[in-house]
C-alpha cells in the first residue's frame, strides 16, 4: 500500500517570508515517482514537478526547490521570498509501477500568503 | 503542451437528471484518464480509470451505474451522472496521461462543479 502524508494542513505567511511544505511518502516499490501540484482558487491543478526515486539531485526552479530525501522518505517544497500569488493549495503525490500510473495524493497544505 | 479541457466548468441540475461532463486532451493523445471528486477543503478522491476503448476500472464504493464513464477516443472521455441527487454535488476532475507507466505524468483538466438542486 501507498501512502503519502502533508502533515501541514494550513500555513499562513507573511509576504516575502520562506515557506517549506512538508511531504512524506511509504511505499514497498524500489521505483516510484513523486509530484508536487498546486491549487489555485480557480481549482484547476497545476503541475509543478516530477521526480523518480534514482534521482535524489533537489531541484531549483525559480523561487521554487525541491528536497528529495529517500533516507528520510521526504520530498519537500519550499517557496522562497513568497508572493500573494502563491496562495493555493499544494498536493504531493506519488506513483510507483506497481500501481501502475495511479496517482495517491496526501492531503494537501493550504497555504496564504498575506501581503 | 499538455492541456486538458473540462466542458462544463459548472453545471445546476434538479435532481434525477443525468448530467455530461466532457473531458479532452487538446494537445497530444491520452491512453489514460482519470476521474476525480472533490468535496471542499478535501483532496481529491479516484473515481475511476479510464483507457481508450476499453471498460473503465472504478475505485470501490463507486457505483458504476451511477458514473457512467466512455473513453470513445484518444482526446474525448466523458462522465454522466446519472439520476443525480444532491449528495452527488460536488467537483469533479479529470487527469489524462501519454501512456500507462507510473512514470507519466498525469495533466489536469480545470474542474466542473456540479451543484444538483
Known amino acids: 500500500a501507498q501512502k503519502v502524508t502533508q502533515a501541514q494542513t494550513e500555513i499562513s505567511v507573511v509576504e516575502k517570508e520562506d515557506v517549506t511544505l512538508d511531504c512524506v511518502y511509504e511505499?514497498?516499490?524500489?521505483?516510484?515517482?513523486l509530484f508536487w501540484y498546486k491549487q489555485p482558487p480557480s481549482g484547476e491543478l497545476v503541475f509543478l514537478i516530477r521526480r523518480n526515486s534514482f534521482d535524489e539531485q533537489n531541484e531549483i526552479s525559480g523561487r521554487y526547490s525541491w528536497n528529495f530525501q529517500k533516507s528520510t522518505s521526504s520530498f519537500n517544497f519550499t517557496i522562497t521570498a513568497s508572493q500573494v500569488v502563491d496562495s493555493a493549495v499544494y498536493f504531493c503525490?506519488?506513483?510507483?509501477?506497481?500501481?501502475?500510473?495511479?496517482?495517491?495524493f496526501g492531503g494537501g497544505t493550504r497555504l496564504m500568503v498575506k501581503p | 503542451g499538455a492541456v486538458v479541457s473540462q466542458h462544463p466548468s459548472w453545471v445546476i441540475c434538479k435532481s434525477g437528471t443525468s448530467v455530461k461532463i466532457e473531458c479532452r486532451s487538446l494537445?497530444?493523445?491520452?491512453?489514460?484518464m482519470f476521474w476525480y471528486r472533490q468535496f471542499p477543503k478535501q483532496s481529491l478522491m479516484l473515481m475511476a480509470t479510464?483507457?481508450?476503448?476499453?471498460?473503465?476500472?472504478?475505485e470501490q464504493g463507486v457505483e458504476k451505474d451511477k458514473f457512467l464513464i466512455n473513453h470513445a477516443s484518444l482526446t474525448l472521455s466523458t462522465l454522466t451522472v446519472t439520476s443525480a441527487h444532491p449528495e452527488d454535488s460536488s467537483f469533479y476532475i479529470c487527469?489524462?496521461?501519454?501512456?500507462?507507466?507510473?512514470?507519466?505524468?498525469?495533466?489536469f483538466g480545470p474542474g466542473t462543479r456540479l451543484t444538483v438542486l
Open positions: 503525490a506519488l506513483s510507483s509501477n506497481n500501481a501502475g500510473n495511479m496517482l495517491t
Open positions: 494537445d497530444f493523445q491520452a491512453t489514460t
Open positions: 511505499t514497498r516499490d524500489t521505483t516510484y515517482y
Open positions: 479510464s483507457n481508450e476503448g476499453s471498460k473503465a476500472t472504478y
Open positions: 487527469s489524462a496521461t501519454h501512456g500507462r507507466v507510473s512514470a507519466d505524468t498525469q495533466y
